[in-house]
């Protein structure tokens, strides 16, 4: 049987970084790992093909030589996979369906043949086991989180892994907290499982062994919230691993409560890791009890972002404005605390209500659901009505991003986070590849862009005061090219 494994295109989002690859020569960020652990769970006598559609054309010739579709996708890549559903349709081709944006809102695709919802691993044997029997269901459902010990390796064979910017691994599903606004409890539950240590060293000697160098991204959804059993399994294997590979710095996500703890800042260092993403939401306390945000309130936000970056750790942060509880001082605030802290990478969005969160089910009560959720944070999107009135936050949240995004604040924040972060444990050497980003940074940056006077500056005091992080100087400055396109297009059109 002929499978053809279709991931959908993103839009251009602060995400995407659609502005930012062409200077590292890159098609787009990250691969599809979820269907590359699909495909590896599939019986091995099928012939697969996989089409990541941000690097890749879907073209007919694929359709007409595929049995079946498997579509997997996130909730903003909708558009997109509306198109590709009506494509098989037309086509004849069967379509299976899967992954976050199906699993939320199945009711809205009568139209595909077969949903499988929920974790692979868990659905995918039982349609398996009927599609040999012939007599295949509409919906699979799992009644339970699966143990992820069993979950094979993504088939990478079936990319060219020169595309992208980053390789992903996942050694958990879950989160122990259970924010409002957030769905990952709803699609993965509150007690973390996790993969053996074994099962992510051969993971990652399988990346290293073809070939990449380059950035890993765990894309648990909070690499810490087993932190006993991370410091005790993981990290120490991932440390060893490390002693005797070069290149391959780690990314993760995490939650704020990272700060607390010295020792396991000491060892995902050393492990490797140089930049997290934790989700910061709002320096107002009110709004963050609101959102049930409990493990960040009564903190100092900005001694705990300092400390983990003067661990050696970048931090990337996510933000939210249109709380209830949000004050009118709350758009300056939060681009206040941003530039203090030295966050550069400062993902603000307004808030949204995702279905089977807690926050949608109260909203919907009160009818105050505006619209479908679309899943990007980009621009005047929300699917809720706002307590202050949707023009006034939408006028704040310009505001923000103007402020945020303004050359000569983007590059002060540059210098803000490089005069705090430690040197890396994972020095990233001046390659071709990043080379060549660094002449097109100069010529597009440096002599054509609007931020030519700040970005010389940035150059000229990284080499002075920095010059091992010269590299991740430039990085940061692709990034905020990427960010004010996106701005422009988006957000102040």
């Known amino acids: 049987m002929n499978i053809l494994l279709i991931y959908p295109k ?12 062409p200077f590292v020569g890159k098609k787009s960020a990250f691969p599809p790992l979820g269907l590359l652990t699909v495909a590896a769970l599939l019986p091995k006598h099928f012939q697969l093909r996989l089409i990541d559609m941000n690097v890749d054309s879907l073209n007919d010739t694929d359709l007409s030589w595929a049995d079946l579709a498997f579509i997997s996708a996130m909730t903003v890549q909708r558009e997109s996979v509306e198109r590709v559903i009506g494509r098989c349709q037309r086509s004849g081709l069967k379509i299976v369906a899967g992954g976050p944006l199906f699993t939320s809102m199945p009711g809205k695709f009568g139209q595909v043949d077969h949903l499988v919802l ?21 919906i699979y459902r799992a009644s339970e989180f699966p143990d992820i010990r069993s979950s094979p390796a993504p088939l990478w064979k079936l990319i060219n892994i020169r595309h992208y910017a980053a390789l992903c691994i996942q ?28 099962q992510i060293v051969l993971e990652l000697n399988a990346i290293y062994k073809i070939g990449w160098r ?37 990314l993760t996500e995490t939650s704020i409560n990272l700060a607390d703890d ?14 997290v993403f934790i989700g910061i939401e709002t320096p107002h306390d009110e709004s963050l009890a609101e959102c049930q945000k409990k493990h960040n309130r009564t903190r100092d936000l900005l001694q705990d972002i300092k400390t983990i970056q003067r661990s050696g750790l970048q931090v990337m942060g996510g933000f939210i404005v249109g709380f209830d509880n949000d004050p009118p001082s709350i758009f300056q605030r939060q681009v206040d605390f941003i530039q203090q802290t030295g966050i550069v990478t400062a993902m603000v969005g307004l808030l949204q209500a995702p279905p089977g ?68 444990s994972v020095i990233v050497s001046f390659d071709i590849q990043r080379l060549h980003a660094f002449w097109r940074a100069s010529l597009h940056l440096g002599i054509l862009g609007k931020e030519r006077v700040q970005f010389w500056k940035l150059m000229t005091w990284a080499l002075t005061h920095r010059p091992r992080l010269l590299p991740l100087a430039v990085t940061l400055a692709i990034y905020g090219y990427h960010y004010r396109r996106i701005c422009e297009l988006h957000v102040f059109k």
């Open 357 to 424: 969160t807690r926050l949608f089910r109260r909203l919907k009560k009160a009818n105050r659901i505006s619209r479908d959720f679309s899943g990007d944070n980009v621009g005047s999107t929300t699917n809720i009505i706002p307590s202050m009135g949707l023009e006034k936050l939408n006028t704040g949240y310009q505001s923000i991003m103007r402020q945020l995004y303004a050359p000569k604040n983007y590059y002060k924040r540059i210098r803000v986070f490089l005069s705090e972060i430690k040197r890396p």
């Open 262 to 275: 010295p020792e396991l800042l000491c060892m995902m260092v050393k492990a490797g890791f140089d930049s």
């Open 214 to 250: 380059g950035s890993v991204f765990f894309v648990d959804d909070n690499f810490i919230g087993n932190k006993r059993i991370l410091k005790k399994q993981l990290l120490p294997e991932l440390i060893l691993w490390r002693l005797k590979k070069k290149g391959c710095p780690f």
């Open 171 to 198: 050694y958990s599903r879950g989160c122990p907290f259970n924010c409002e606004f957030c769905n990952i409890t709803s699609l993965f539950g509150r007690s973390p499982r996790n993969k053996s240590p074994g």
């Open 10 to 21: 993103f839009p251009q989002t602060f995400w995407s970084f659609s502005f930012a690859l």
């Open 118 to 138: 929920g974790e692979a691993e868990a659905t995918l044997p039982a349609f398996l086991e009927d599609l040999k029997k012939g007599s295949t269901k509409s």
